[in-house]
C-alpha cells in the first residue's frame, strides 16, 4: 500500500481536530493561570484554532485566565530598529547575531526567547561598535545634551539616555552604577562614554521590556499598565521599536491613559514611516513570510536569487502597510486587484499579472514559501491558507505516516490527481478534505508565484474545488471570495495579530476573537481593527482574566 | 568558485616529527602546554565528539555483520574499519508523557524528541517548557573544563537551518534544534552555533598577535568592565519581579556570566595550534562546503584543547528544512527517510546515509593524520555518531544506528561490534526485543565514567557497558 495514514490511535486524534466536531481546547479556559501563560499550543503549523467550524460563531467569550504576560526579551529588529533611534546612528546587525526564536511563528512570546552566551556576547559586541561610531559624531543630539567635558555632564547624558534606554525614569542607584563605569574608564570623555553606553544597552533594563506589577506572582491579579509601559507597548507593536520623544513626554505628562490622546497618538504613529515596522512584524510573524529565507533553493529555482527575494518581502510589507495606512478593509488582504510589484517580480508575473492576482494569494512571497522542490504544493498552500487565513486547527502528520507522494499513480499524474487519490483513503482524507481544497485553488501559480494554465507535461491547471465546508470555487479570485465569507475570517485576523501586540498566544476561548466575530470583512477597515487591539484590555492591562 | 574554507594540512600543527622545537626543549619552554598536551594519565587527554544524523537509516543496514560483506551505506567508512566500535541494540526509548508517545514503538511523537532527547537521555516534560536535564556533553564537558581550565566546556555547532517556527502539535521547536543542556533548569542549553565565523571566534578569542602571553588586552578588560555593571543591576530588578520572569533573568545573568569567563579567559596555548585565516562566511545552503569547513573547525578546537567536548548536530531531524541537494536531491531528506519501504525512496535514503557516513569518515580520517605529541589525534578523541530514531520511516528508537570512533587511549576497544542488547538475534519482535535493550544513557554514563566523572546515573541509565568488541 501506498499511503499508511496512522494507528487507530492516531487516527482517533486526527479525526477530531479536522472535522471539528469536538474541539481540544489549548490554553482555553479550562487551564489554570500558570507562569508560562499562552504558551501551549505553539505552532507554525496549527494551534489555536478553532478546529473546523466550530467557534466560528463565537459572539460571547469567557475571559482567558492566561492574561499574565512575562518578560518579553527585545527582538532582534527591536534591538535594530531601537539603538538607531536611540543612539542616532544606522544601525545593521552583523550577520552572526542570532536569529530570533519562534513558538507559533511569532517572535514575541517571552516563551519563544531563548537566551544564550551567543546572544550576550553579540549584543556586547554590538553594543561597543554601535556606541563608538555614536559618541564620536560631534553634537550628537541623540547623546549630548550638554559640553561632556563639563563636571556635570555626564551624569546628565546618563539621566537622559537612561530615560529613553530603559523607557522609564532611572533609578539614583541605575544612573550612579553607569555613572561609576564612566568614571573607571580611561580615555577621552568621549571614550568613556562609550562604555558607559555600552553597559547600558547591555543591560537587562534594555534588553527586556519590564511591566510593574504589585503582586508579581499573582497572574490572577489585574493591572492597568503605567503610561510609560503603555507607550512601550505601543511603539514595539506598531513600530517594532522604542517610543519617540512625542510619546515619552505625553507618558510622562501622564496622558496616555485618557482614552482619546491613546487613540490620536495611535493614530499619529501609524502615519509615521516607522509604521513599516508593524507591516513587517505582520508579513513575517503572521503571514509566515520571514520563512522564505531558507525556502527556494537554487537548484530548483535557477532564477532565484537574493534580489528577487529582497523584492518578494518588499512587495508583500509594502501591501500590508498600504492596508493598514488606508485602513483598507479587511477583506482586501486577499481580494485586492492591484498589487506593489517591482520589475524584477513583474517579470515572473508575466503578462496580464493585474488580473491574475488576488491580494496576498497571489503574491510570490506566499507562493514561494508554500511551495516545495520545483513544484507548487496543494498541501503547503491549503494549509496556509486555513492556519493562517482563517485560523482552523490542523494536526500535523502522524510519525508513522508517508508523507511522500511518490508511488502513487504513474509519475505524469498531476499533483491534485494524486492527492485525489491518497484522500480515498479514509485516514488521510479526515485532515486532508479541509487541507487541500484552496491548494488546489492556487494551482494556476507556479512555484515562485507564475501564473501558469497547464504544466510542464502538457496537462491542464485544474483549479476548482470544494471547501469542506460546501462552498465550491472556479478558481483564486472565487477561492478568495469565499474566505472572506466565511464567519471565522475577521476573528482570526485579530486573533493572529494579537500576539504581536501583547506577547502571548491568542487562542479560540480568547475575548479578542469574540470582539470582532460580528464585524464585516468588507467593512472593517485595517487600522480600524488596529485601533481596536490597542484600546482592548489585554493590550491595556497586565495579569487577570481579559 | 565555491567559497570553500578547507584547511590544509599546513594550518594543523605538525607534531613531534615535523616539530623544528626538540621535545626536551619544548618541555622547559612551556611545562604548562607540555602537562595540557601528555598529561599525568590517557584520561587527562581524553576529548569527546557527540556528532547527530537526523532521520535514521533504512532498517538495521547501520551495522556490519560478522562474515558478511561490507554494507554499501557503510562504504566511505571502511578503510576505518580499525576504528570503529559498532554498539549495537541501544535503545532511546524517552519516558515521554506527551500525547504521541508510543511505549510499544519507543518514541514520543518524532523527532521532536529527537536531538535534545538523544542528548540527554531524558523526557520532554509538558508542552511549552523549555526544560530538560543535562546532556552528555556538558557532563562531560563541565567535569573536564574545570580539571583543565579549558575556556568552553563543550563547543555546540549545528547547521544552520534553524527549525524555528516549525513547531509541531505544541511542542517547542527548541527541542528539534538543541542538543546540548547545561541542567535541568528552565531554558539552560547551550545554543548552537551554526556559522563557521563564530566557531572560529570562539576558538581563537583572545588569540591575537599582539596579545602579550599571560595578560588580557585592552579590549578584554574594557568588556569585564562593562559586564562588571551589567552584573550590578541582578539583585535591584530581580525584587520587582514574579517567580517565573526571575527564572528568565537568571538565564541572562547566567549566560553574562558565561560570557564573562570567555572574555577573562586567556588564548588557547600557542604551542598546540596555530591560528589560521578565518573562514568564509560559508552558510549550510552550501552544505557539503560548510559540513566540511565545520568538521575541520572541529579538529582544530580539539587540537587547540579549547574544548574538552564538541556536540555538533550536522543536520536537523524533521522535515522541510534540508533539501538532500547535497546527494543531487531535490526531496527534503525527512521526507526521504519516511520511505515507506518503496525501494525507490529507500534507496535515496542510503544515498544519504552514504553522505553523512562520509562526514565520519572525513573527521577520523584527519584525526589520524595529526600527531600530538607522539600519538594520532584520533586515539585520544571519542567520538559516537548516531541518529535520533533506527528507522527513519518508522521513527521507532530501538538498535540505534551507534558507531563509537578512535578513542583507544581514552579506554575503547575498537575495530568490531558490541552488541549490548538484542542484537540481529533478537526475535525480530520490537515488543519482545526491546525488554531485552539496553538504554543509549548506558554508552553515555560509560564514556562519563571513561572521563573521569563520579556520576553513577545519567538520563534513564541502568548500568554502563563494555566498550569492546563481543562479536
Known amino acids: 500500500m501506498a499511503t499508511r495514514c496512522s494507528s487507530l490511535v492516531l487516527w482517533a486524534a486526527l479525526a477530531v481536530a479536522c472535522t471539528g466536531k469536538l474541539v481540544e481546547p489549548t490554553g482555553g479556559s479550562g487551564s489554570g493561570p500558570a507562569a508560562g501563560a499562552g504558551a501551549n499550543g505553539g505552532s507554525g503549523s496549527g494551534s489555536g484554532g478553532d478546529g473546523g467550524s466550530a467557534g466560528n460563531s463565537v459572539t460571547s467569550c469567557t475571559p482567558s485566565p492566561n492574561g499574565h504576560v512575562g518578560l518579553q526579551r527585545l527582538t532582534s529588529s527591536q534591538i535594530k530598529n531601537t539603538l538607531a533611534e536611540l543612539l542616532g546612528v544606522p544601525v545593521t546587525l552583523p550577520a552572526a547575531f542570532p536569529r530570533d526564536d519562534r513558538l507559533g511563528n511569532y517572535v514575541t512570546l517571552p516563551e519563544a526567547q531563548l537566551m544564550s552566551s551567543v546572544f550576550v556576547e553579540q549584543q556586547l559586541d554590538l553594543a561597543l561598535e554601535v556606541v563608538d561610531r555614536a559618541v564620536m559624531i560631534p553634537n550628537n543630539p541623540a547623546i549630548y545634551v550638554c559640553d561632556v567635558a563639563l563636571a556635570d555632564c555626564p551624569s546628565r547624558i546618563l539621566e537622559q539616555f537612561l530615560l529613553r534606554a530603559f523607557r522609564r525614569p532611572p533609578l539614583a542607584a541605575e544612573i550612579a552604577s553607569y555613572r561609576a563605569v564612566y568614571d573607571r574608564s580611561a580615555g577621552s570623555p568621549q571614550q568613556r562614554l562609550a562604555d558607559a553606553l555600552a553597559a547600558i544597552v547591555t543591560s537587562p533594563q534594555f534588553l527586556y521590556r519590564e511591566i510593574g506589577h504589585p503582586a508579581p506572582d499573582d497572574a490572577s491579579q489585574s493591572y492597568a499598565l503605567g503610561d510609560y509601559e503603555l507607550a512601550t507597548r505601543l511603539s514595539y507593536f506598531l513600530w517594532d521599536s522604542m517610543p519617540d520623544r512625542e510619546l515619552f513626554e505625553a507618558a510622562g505628562r501622564g496622558e496616555l491613559k485618557d482614552p482619546a490622546i491613546f487613540q490620536a497618538q495611535a493614530e499619529r504613529m501609524l502615519a509615521d514611516s516607522r509604521a513599516s515596522g508593524l507591516a513587517k512584524s505582520i508579513a513575517d510573524q503572521w503571514l509566515g513570510i520571514g520563512a522564505l529565507w531558507n525556502v527556494p533553493d537554487k537548484t530548483d529555482f535557477p532564477e532565484f536569487d537574493d534580489g528577487l527575494r529582497d523584492a518578494m518581502y518588499a512587495e508583500t510589507e509594502r501591501f500590508v502597510l498600504h492596508l493598514l495606512r488606508e485602513n483598507r478593509p479587511l477583506a482586501e488582504l486577499v481580494t485586492a486587484p492591484s498589487t506593489f510589484a517591482g520589475a524584477e517580480l513583474a517579470a515572473v508575473y508575466g503578462t496580464g499579472a493585474a488580473s491574475d492576482r488576488q491580494g496576498i494569494l497571489g503574491h510570490a512571497s506566499v507562493l514561494s514559501l508554500t511551495s516545495a522542490g520545483n ?172 | 568558485m565555491s567559497p570553500r574554507w578547507l584547511l590544509d594540512r599546513r594550518s594543523f600543527l605538525i607534531g613531534a616529527a615535523g616539530s623544528v622545537i626538540a621535545l626536551p626543549l619544548l618541555e622547559a619552554m612551556f611545562p604548562t602546554e607540555k602537562a595540557l598536551a601528555q598529561g599525568p594519565s590517557a584520561a587527562d587527554k581524553a576529548r569527546f565528539v557527540f556528532l547527530f544524523f537526523p532521520n535514521g537509516s533504512v532498517g538495521s543496514e547501520m551495522s556490519p555483520r560478522p562474515n558478511t560483506p561490507w554494507p554499501s551505506i557503510l562504504s566511505p567508512l571502511e578503510e576505518h574499519r580499525a576504528e570503529l566500535l559498532f554498539v549495537e541494540g541501544l535503545h532511546n526509548r524517552q519516558n515521554s508523557s506527551w500525547k504521541w508517545y508510543d511505549p510499544k514503538l519507543g518514541t514520543g511523537s518524532g523527532h521532536e524528541v529527537g536531538a535534545c532527547c538523544y542528548a540527554t537521555c531524558a523526557r520532554i516534560p509538558e508542552p511549552g517548557q523549555t526544560r530538560l536535564s543535562i546532556s552528555i556533553d556538558q557532563l ?332
Open chain 1, 375 to 546: 513544484d507548487s504544493s496543494i498541501v503547503r498552500r491549503g494549509l496556509w491558507v486555513n492556519q493562517r487565513l482563517l485560523c482552523k486547527e490542523i494536526p500535523d502528520p502522524p510519525p508513522n505516516v508517508n508523507t511522500s507522494l511518490t508511488g502513487v499513480l504513474s509519475k505524469t499524474a498531476t499533483q491534485k490527481e494524486k492527492l485525489d487519490e491518497h484522500r480515498k483513503n479514509p485516514d488521510c482524507a479526515v485532515c486532508h478534505n479541509m487541507i487541500d481544497p484552496p491548494g488546489i485553488g492556487l494551482e494556476s501559480y507556479g512555484a515562485l508565484g507564475q501564473f501558469r494554465s497547464s504544466y510542464p507535461a502538457g496537462q491542464p491547471v485544474v483549479t476548482s474545488a470544494k471547501l469542506v465546508s460546501g462552498e465550491s470555487f472556479a478558481d483564486a479570485a472565487e477561492l478568495a471570495q469565499v474566505i472572506i465569507a466565511q464567519p471565522g475570517y475577521a476573528p482570526c485576523v485579530a486573533q493572529r495579530i494579537a500576539p504581536i501586540a501583547v506577547g502571548r498566544l491568542t487562542d479560540a476561548a480568547d475575548c479578542i476573537k469574540a470582539q470582532f466575530a460580528g464585524d464585516s470583512p468588507a467593512e472593517l477597515g485595517f487600522r480600524d481593527l488596529l485601533l481596536r487591539v490597542v484600546s482592548s484590555p489585554m493590550f491595556l492591562n497586565q495579569g487577570g482574566a481579559q
Open chain 2, 140 to 471: 562531560i564537558g563541565q567535569e573536564l573544563r574545570t580539571k583543565r581550565g579549558t575556556r568552553l566546556a563543550s563547543l555546540v555547532i549545528a547547521d544552520g537551518k534553524n527549525a524555528s517556527g516549525i513547531a509541531q502539535g505544541g511542542v517547542n521547536a527548541a527541542f528539534h534544534s538543541l542538543m546540548s543542556w547545561k541542567s535541568d533548569k528552565l531554558n539552560d542549553y547551550e545554543a548552537p552555533l551554526t556559522r563557521p565565523q563564530l566557531v572560529f571566534e570562539q576558538i581563537f578569542a583572545g588569540f591575537e598577535p599582539t596579545s602579550v602571553p599571560g595578560q588580557l588586552s585592552a579590549l578584554q578588560l574594557r568588556k569585564k568592565s562593562i559586564l562588571d555593571a551589567v552584573k550590578e543591576q541582578e539583585a535591584a530588578m530581580k525584587s520587582r519581579l514574579g517567580t517565573a520572569d526571575r527564572a528568565r533573568l537568571d538565564q541572562y545573568f547566567s549566560n553574562v556570566r558565561e560570557v564573562e569567563t570567555k572574555v577573562g579567559a586567556l588564548p588557547p596555548p600557542t604551542l598546540l595550534c596555530t591560528k589560521p585565516a578565518a573562514p568564509a562566511d560559508v552558510t549550510s545552503k552550501n552544505f557539503p562546503d560548510f559540513t566540511r569547513t565545520m568538521l575541520d573547525l572541529v579538529v582544530l578546537a580539539l587540537q587547540c584543547q579549547v574544548t574538552p567536548c564538541v556536540s555538533y548536530q550536522l543536520s536537523r531531524g524533521n522535515g522541510g528544512v534540508q533539501n538532500a541537494t547535497y546527494v543531487g536531491l531535490s526531496e527534503d531528506q525527512h521526507g526521504i527517510s519516511h520511505h515507506g519501504n518503496n525501494p525507490v525512496q529507500q534507496d535515496k535514503l542510503r544515498q544519504i546515509n552514504t553522505w553523512f557516513n562520509g562526514q565520519l569518515a572525513y573527521l577520523i580520517g584527519k584525526l589520524k593524520t595529526i600527531d600530538e605529541l607522539g600519538a594520532p589525534l584520533s586515539k585520544n578523541v571519542v567520538t559516537v555518531f548516531g541518529s535520533e530514531v533506527a528507522d527513519g520511516d518508522k521513527h521507532n528508537g530501538f538498535d540505534l544506528p551507534i558507531v563509537v570512533a578512535g578513542g583507544q587511549n581514552a579506554g575503547i576497544t575498537s575495530g568490531g561490534i558490541a552488541d549490548v542488547g538484542f542484537g540481529k538475534a533478537g526475535s525480530g519482535s520490537i515488543e519482545t526485543d526491546h525488554e531485552r535493550a539496553a538504554p543509549l544513557a548506558n554508552l553515555f554514563l560509560s564514556l562519563a565514567q571513561l572521563a573521569g566523572s563520579p556520576a553513577t546515573s545519567f538520563g534513564n541509565s541502568t548500568g554502563t557497558l563494555e566498550l569492546k568488541p563481543n562479536v
